[in-house]
């Protein structure tokens, strides 16, 4: 069985900026001067993984990492277009992971261990880890074999082009057009994610709950709400997982019940700003002191 890991790399890194005068993917991890990147493809070197690709338009991520594959992809708007475009490169096992995440050894060995039809790894929003701990909810990376194929290019374009209509003036009208040409799929999507089954506040003072005609009439008189997951990882995982964005207590975001998702409760994280960064270092400092303490005297 053939296995492909593909780092995506192509983020416009709006919330990094120019931060240390280099992309969030060349941030430097410690005294080292190893990049975040280049971290996961030194992990990668040592795995049992057949090819390993970069999804990149940057030259200096190209030049920065060595003995891999780079896709140049088509289009990079939204992290779902990146990762569409990389389809031609899917094996019998394909393993996406973002290029801007600084992986534990734990949760990259989970990764790579996986063999479900398809899995994310990341913090639910509904999980004890952003609930109590108060660990911003995330997905860093998903994995899937090739029975699945179909299903991801297919989500992946679905949430590519809700989020084009959504930066291009509007959603309900495009997806109306394209239920009206005998292509549900955008409407049904549109309806099930961004319109909550939940009466007004006063009548469920009075006992009312949830009910489809609510998301009916919502779909009719309001905007579309949580439209910001389109385009990004969550909004595949949620289509894949089929999961109801309102189907939670009090009508928030559900607990992972599907199999779906790996809760990741450690020290992965993404690196998305510069607050993030400086946050991670000084983690990653304690971290390593930690550990040398812990190597000095053994138990």
Not at 30 to 59: K, P, Y
Not at 128 to 137: N, T
Request: aromatic share 12%; hydrophobic share 40%.
């Amino acid at each position: 069985m053939r296995t492909v890991a593909i780092i995506t790399a192509a983020g416009n890194s709006n919330r990094w900026g120019n931060h240390l005068n280099a992309v969030k993917q060349l941030a430097p991890i410690g005294s080292s001067g190893q990049t975040v990147i280049g971290r996961i493809v030194e992990m990668l070197r040592f795995s049992d993984v057949d090819d390993v690709f970069v999804a990149t338009h940057d030259d200096k991520i190209i030049e920065s990492v060595k003995n891999v594959k780079i896709i140049r992809p088509q289009n990079c708007k939204y992290l779902s277009e990146t990762i569409l475009s990389t389809h031609a490169q899917w094996a019998d096992r394909t393993i996406i992971l973002l290029g801007d995440v600084f992986f534990s050894e734990a949760c990259f060995e989970s990764i790579l261990d996986c063999q479900d039809e398809v899995k994310f790894f990341g913090v639910d929003r509904a999980s004890k880890a952003a609930l109590e701990k108060i660990k911003r909810p995330e997905l860093y990376a998903f994995s899937f074999d090739i029975s699945a194929k179909e299903i991801i290019k297919r989500n992946l374009k679905l949430n590519s082009t809700l989020a084009g209509f959504r930066d291009n003036g509007g959603l309900t009208l495009p997806c109306l057009k394209k239920a009206a040409a005998n292509n549900f799929d955008y409407l049904k999507t549109l309806y099930s994610i961004s319109y909550p089954p939940k009466p007004p506040s006063i009548l469920r003072k009075l006992g009312f709950r949830r009910n489809e005609f609510w998301r009916i009439y919502r779909s009719l008189v309001s905007k579309p709400r949580r439209t910001g997951l389109y385009g990004k990882l969550w909004g595949l995982y949620v289509c894949t997982a089929s999961i109801d964005t309102f189907g939670g207590t009090d009508y928030k975001w559900p607990a992972d019940k599907n199999d779906f998702l790996q809760q990741i409760d450690d020290f992965t994280q993404d690196v998305d700003s510069k607050e993030d960064y400086d946050k991670f270092i000084e983690q990653f400092a304690i971290l390593n002191q930690a550990k040398q303490s812990k190597e000095s005297f053994p138990a």
